[in-house]
């Protein structure tokens, strides 16, 4: 039995899909059946999460405990509404949120004081609300650092992962997204940043608006459907002009391609599914297509799209690579 619910524990928080399964879970979890068992397994699912501190971690499991208590007597337990409504990893969020505990890189270590995190897992989404007003979307494996209030001079977050914002606009207080080795300022305006350590690149997509990207050498400006790409290794910068529906989409309850390129589709659809695509010049990325993308696996997707195109392609799980022939 504890293994079976660890691994119910951990099914629901990795690969979650949708309110329903979300409503089913908030159901068994909040029951009394096996509650002992249950609170073990929350309890092994909390220690496995990794980079938080001890005395962290024991603070935020006493206050768990006392919410699964909760549970048992209370209808509507603040936490599992989280798990229910909210994104796929918002077990974590929720309660890192509601007790001011926040996470911490054991790669890359930084001070969180006073600081709230924002965690998605690894095949989900999240829209999240900054005291500002501002609105964030995060892709699967992201995390959003950021001040339980906006109260100097500036706003400043720091991403890791992918996240796409809709910044609420302040003329006084710039708003700053630190992404590592670069920061991007912004007053008001919308736009798209990946910065996932596994890649090579750093990559910013700007929708509307003006941004300014500052790296160690110089400052970089950018236009509405403009994209900034920075190679990792070497620094090299490269700015082109794109269309933004490719990028700026992949929040969305469903995608629909409307006679788009097959070049475009897979930009999007890399997007969608936080993955990337390798494809091969032999490929006619012009080709044009119109079909709709809401529950499909991305197999499923990429069978159809070889039943309509002349293409092969081979998904490489590991290495999250959809290679295109």
């Known amino acids: 039995m504890p293994k079976l619910i660890h691994f119910i524990i951990r099914s629901f928080v990795e690969n979650r899909e949708g309110k329903r399964s979300g409503n089913v879970f908030y159901r068994w979890i909040s029951s009394s059946d096996f509650a002992d068992e249950k609170e073990a397994g929350l309890e092994n699912f909390w220690k496995s999460i990794p980079s938080i501190s001890s005395s962290e971690d024991q603070n935020g499991w006493n206050e768990l405990k006392k919410e699964l208590f909760k549970a048992r007597s209370k209808k509507h337990p603040v936490w599992l509404k989280y798990i229910a409504y909210g994104a796929a990893a918002i077990l974590i969020i929720g309660l890192f949120i509601a007790q001011n505990i926040w996470l911490k890189n054991q790669n890359e270590p930084v001070e969180m004081e006073n600081m709230m995190c924002c965690v998605t897992a690894k095949d989900s989404k999240g829209e999240f609300i900054l005291p500002d007003g501002t609105k964030i979307w995060l892709n699967g494996s992201s995390k959003l650092y950021y001040p339980e209030k906006f109260d100097g001079a500036q706003r400043k977050v720091t991403l890791m992962g992918e996240g796409f914002f809709d910044v609420k606009k302040d003329t006084l207080r710039p708003f700053l997204v630190d992404i590592g080795n670069k920061s991007i300022e ?41 994209r900034y790409l920075s190679v990792v290794e070497n620094g090299k910068e490269m700015i082109s002009v794109v269309d933004t529906e490719d990028y700026s989409h992949w929040m969305d309850d469903m995608i629909r391609f409307d006679n788009r390129p097959l070049g475009n589709i897979f930009i999007t659809l890399g997007r969608w599914y936080n993955i990337e695509f390798d494809i091969d010049k032999s490929v006619n990325t012009s080709t044009r297509l119109s079909f709709n993308v809401k529950y499909e696996s991305i197999d499923e997707v990429m069978r159809a799209v070889a039943l309509l195109t002349p293409i092969r392609y081979h998904i490489d799980y590991e290495r999250n690579i959809v290679h295109v022939k």
């Open 186 to 226: 912004v007053l008001g305006t919308a736009f798209d940043v990946k910065n996932y350590s596994n890649l090579s690149y750093q990559e910013i997509i700007l929708v509307r608006g003006a941004v300014k990207v500052y790296s160690e050498k110089h400052e970089v400006r950018l236009k509405p459907n403009e």
